[in-house]
């Protein structure tokens, strides 16, 4: 396993495996690596040759107050993971590697940035888009692989791809879980004892939508109205948003006649969460 922290240096080995033939993907991460970020790898090492894994804690993405000093970091432990992950490169560049001073271009994703998440995180999905077509632009991957734990960066990148007509294939992986239903991120570590068991409620307002729609409530209103009954049941969990949006476009949907998103975020103490689920259709999207 080859670990790059220069631009330079992972463009020649990366054009270098694709001059042999070799169908690149790319996992971009923020590290503090756990299963589900594992599950892209494998899904990465099943439908590429040779596979890349980006490690970097990107600034930009981080609004002021939020967590980007005291987000987790354990480089050692990531490149033990994907070492027997057989992960045959990571690309882990400093800061002023990535941004180099004065830096003032960007690439944003009008409309679709400004909601859910882009919301309350004014900036984020800015951030996002710059480094990871910044990213792609480094690494030149075939195919790159998200989370669909992060459902509306997944509808953003994909948008931004197809309108730059960017060289790449996007692939969305589901979403992994602990076995008592909490999705699995990197920020699960700030969680008290007690924040883990009240984080769990965000999943199982999740799952009430689901029952209700699988039973025949196909109205959002109503659909939103059971979830939130089921997150007021946890006085230490602040809802920002619990939304039932087309899946590409982002927009609220009234009526469920086809894939819907559901999606949540919420304050567990100071910690905020996401998830999501997905309506009328079996596969991620
Ligand atoms: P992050 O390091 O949080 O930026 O995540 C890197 C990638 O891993 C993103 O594409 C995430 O959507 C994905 N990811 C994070 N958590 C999960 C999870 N629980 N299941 C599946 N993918 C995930």
């Not at 994703?109 to 309350?120: A, D, H, P």
């Not at 996007?170 to 990197?186: K, T």
Request: glycine share 6%.
């Amino acid at each position: 396993m080859e670990i790059h922290s220069t631009i330079d240096a992972m463009r020649a080995a990366s054009r270098a495996a694709r001059l042999a033939g070799l169908r690149v993907g790319l996992v971009p991460t923020m590290g503090a690596l756990h299963q589900g970020h594992l599950s892209l790898v494998r899904t990465a090492k099943q439908q590429c040759d040779a596979v890349i894994v980006s490690i970097f804690v990107n600034p930009l993405q981080f609004g002021p107050g939020e967590d980007l000093a005291k987000y987790p970091r354990n480089f050692d432990r990531d490149c033990e993971l994907l070492r027997k992950e057989d992960v045959d490169f990571i690309f882990a560049p400093s800061v002023e590697e990535m941004y180099p001073a004065k830096a003032v271009t960007y690439v944003a994703v009008e409309g679709l940035s400004e909601k859910l998440c882009g919301r309350s995180r004014p900036g984020h999905f800015r951030g996002v888009t710059t480094v990871v077509s910044k990213l792609f632009h480094i690494a030149e991957p075939d195919l790159a692989f998200f989370g669909q734990k992060d459902a509306a960066q997944a509808a953003i990148i994909r948008r931004m791809v197809r309108d730059l007509n960017l060289p790449v294939e996007i692939i969305v992986c589901p979403i992994v879980r602990e076995p008592d239903g909490l999705a699995m991120s990197s920020r699960n570590v700030y969680l008290s004892p007690q924040e883990r068991k009240s984080a769990l409620i965000l999943h199982r307002a999740l799952l009430e939508i689901q029952k209700s729609f699988e039973q025949g409530e196909h109205e959002s209103p109503k659909l939103v109205e059971a979830g939130k009954r089921v997150l007021a049941q946890e006085p230490g969990v602040r809802l920002d948003y619990l939304e039932i949006v087309d899946p590409d476009t982002l927009d609220p949907v009234k009526e469920i006649h086809q894939t819907a998103l559901v999606a949540v975020a919420a304050f567990v103490g100071t910690t905020r969460l996401i998830d999501n689920v997905v309506l009328a259709g079996a596969k991620p999207i």
